[in-house]
């Protein structure tokens, strides 16, 4: 059953062999990956990762699927022809490290720990 979080409908879909996948082809470090209404991941998420996930749920929502393909591979060149990191320093990204930070800063100060 699809889950809601601020009015849109999202599911999340955890397939443990999307590991190996994802480090050999996304990024070393790849954890999760949104496309339009569904994270595919290879662990569950803790509530910070699931922040940042869901903030890229709501970036696809705004922009609609191919506005969104656009506008992310651009922010993309856009950083990459600045001299900067194409994934780091991509806006949509920033956005959502910064959706993550805001629930590990309530988690840390509140002393909830949220890990799987």
Partial sequence: MPLTASGVRYRVVVLPFLRGIGHRFILK???AIT??????AWRPLDDA??????????????HG?????????????????????RYRDNRFE????????AVSRRESVSGVNSDP
């Fill in 94 to 101: 920033v956005e959502a490290r910064a959706a993550a930070d």
């Fill in 49 to 62: 990762e699931l922040a940042h996930e869901l903030c890229h749920v709501g970036q696809w929502h705004e």
């Fill in 29 to 31: 470090n790849w954890l």
């Fill in 35 to 40: 496309i339009w209404h569904w994270i595919f």
């Fill in 65 to 85: 699927f191919l506005g969104y393909i656009r506008a992310y591979l651009g922010e993309s060149r856009r950083a990459r022809s600045a001299g900067q990191d």
